[in-house]
């Protein structure tokens, strides 16, 4: 009983002797594919940039044709052990979470961190056990919550007829389930430090 008690005190003192690190994603060449979304602003909101793949469009409730992801990418100035990522959106359901692994600093392998659904608070706040070292994060937004969504099919639509993708006698009948493009307030990248005693 000694012994156990003595291990997690020992394991108490450890984690009570760190605290976050400063917001890696405000240091000084942090950049972001919506710059918005890492300004220290919460007043100011970012939209991810919608993607070319996983197309899904409902044409007459019968062939599938709209359906893009969006995404964001945070990259540090410098790799970072980072240990936390808090989301501060607007009308995220579902999203993908990855860390960039590659040894390159340019280059890009992408890993899996963690997968988000259902998602119901607009802060989203994910700790890791262990770090991931990296200078970029990626979220790719699956599913968000309508929000004028009339707005949202209307510029895709006219888009599409105007890119000669979409006749005009497909669009008259087109009942498109379009994805909003994911829209956050800010993203915070923490590390851990250690408190100088």
């Known amino acids: 009983m000694f012994c156990i ?10 984690f009570t002797a760190q605290e976050w690190s400063e917001n890696y994603a405000l240091m000084d060449g942090a950049q972001s594919t919506s710059p918005e979304m890492i300004d220290g602003n919460l007043e100011t909101i ?18 599938e044709f709209v359906r893009n ?6 990259s540090l100035p410098a790799k970072k ?3 936390r990522i808090i989301l ?4 995220l359901k579902e999203f993908v979470v990855y860390i960039d692994k590659s040894k390159v600093t340019k280059g890009e392998n992408w890993h899996r961190v963690t997968e988000m659904q259902d998602v119901r608070s607009s802060i989203i706040d994910l700790k890791f056990k262990m770090p991931y070292y990296t200078n970029q994060v990626k979220i790719r937004i699956v599913k968000t919550n309508p929000q004028n969504r009339a707005h949202y099919r209307s510029m895709r639509l006219s888009s599409l007829v105007g890119s000669g993708n979409l006749n005009r006698s497909i669009y008259n009948g087109f009942n498109t389930r379009t994805h909003q493009p994911g829209r956050i307030r800010e993203i915070e ?3 851990i430090k250690a408190i100088e005693k």
Not at 5 to 14: D, E, K, Q, V, Y
Not at 69 to 74: F, G, P, T, Y
């Open 5 to 14: 008690l003595s291990m997690i005190t020992g394991c108490s003192t450890i």
């Open 46 to 63: 970012g939209e991810a940039s919608l993607t070319s793949e996983h197309r899904v469009y409902t044409l007459n409730d019968r062939a």
């Open 69 to 74: 992801d969006s995404i964001v990418v945070v």
């Open 81 to 83: 052990n980072i240990y």
């Open 88 to 91: 501060h959106t607007v009308n």
């Open 189 to 191: 990248i923490y590390g």
